[in-house]
């Protein structure tokens, strides 16, 4: 089992920055394994914002984060990153970290989420 628990959401006026953090504990992650970021606004589906190997050789964004948004990790600390600059209220949702340990597509473990609220 892996237990992963987000932090790091809130309140910010757009244009503004913000750092998510998504700490893994339990089982300990392949280098394979691939660490998600997703997101869920209300009314709308959960949809994919970024991803990176555990072994940090590959990272992927969603088009309408590309260039705002940076995923890093730090395996010493087994916690995933997501830098937001250039905050938009489309950015506004739920924010969910996820992870596909075999990296078959899937993601297996999900943490609770953290609210990310844009005002414009």
């Known amino acids: 089992q892996v237990q992963l628990a987000e932090s790091g959401g809130g309140l910010v006026q757009a244009g503004g920055s913000l750092r998510l953090s998504c700490a893994a504990s339990?089982?300990?992650?392949?280098?394979?394994?691939?660490v998600g970021w997703l997101r869920q606004a209300p009314g709308k589906e959960r949809e994919f914002v970024a991803a990176?190997?555990?072994?940090?050789?590959?990272?992927s964004y969603a088009n309408s984060v590309k260039g705002r948004f940076t995923i890093s990790r730090d395996n010493a600390k087994n916690t995933v990153y997501l830098q937001m600059n250039s905050l938009k209220p489309e950015d506004t949702a739920v924010y969910y970290c996820?992870?596909?340990?075999?990296?078959?597509?899937?993601?297996?473990?999900w943490g609770q989420g953290t609210q990310v609220t844009v005002s414009s």
């Open positions: 339990g089982r300990t992650l392949s280098p394979y394994a691939v």
């Open positions: 990176i190997r555990w072994s940090g050789d590959s990272v």
């Open positions: 996820a992870v596909d340990r075999n990296n078959w597509g899937r993601y297996d473990y």
